[in-house]
């Protein structure tokens, strides 16, 4: 079975960092692009930052200067390395890939989702 993971999250004071991780499980042949999404309370979930397989990079807004998405494909894993964080940023994460199967079929996902909370 193909999954994700996140992991990562937790309190934060703000300026503080966090480094997320989503990590791909299963019989995998491929990763394609991969998203970092958040869901604050009460708010629609909105994408943060995705990463192609190429690498091209993409960033909401709210998240350039402050976030950085990167890749080791070698780990099936997608990180997002987030500093400077404002209270805003409080929201819980999810992971959304485009994968391909080692049976070729193509797989869209979403991890269970981590919880970033930024307070003093």
């Known amino acids: 079975q193909v999954q994700l993971v996140e992991s990562g999250g937790g309190l934060v004071q703000p300026g503080g960092s966090l480094r997320l991780s989503c990590a791909a499980s299963?019989?995998?042949?491929?990763?394609?692009?991969v998203g970092w999404y958040r869901q604050a309370p009460g708010k629609e979930r909105e994408l943060v930052a995705s990463?192609?397989?190429?690498?091209?990079?993409n960033y909401a807004d709210s998240a350039k200067g402050r976030f950085t998405i990167s890749r080791d494909n070698a780990k099936n894993t997608v990180y997002l390395q987030m500093s400077s964080l404002k209270p805003e940023d409080t929201a819980v994460y999810y992971c959304n890939a485009g994968l391909i199967g080692v049976d070729l079929q193509y797989l869209e996902l979403w991890g269970q989702g981590t919880l970033v909370t930024v307070s003093s």
């Open positions: 990463i192609t397989s190429g690498r091209s990079t």
């Open positions: 299963g019989r995998i042949f491929k990763i394609n692009a």
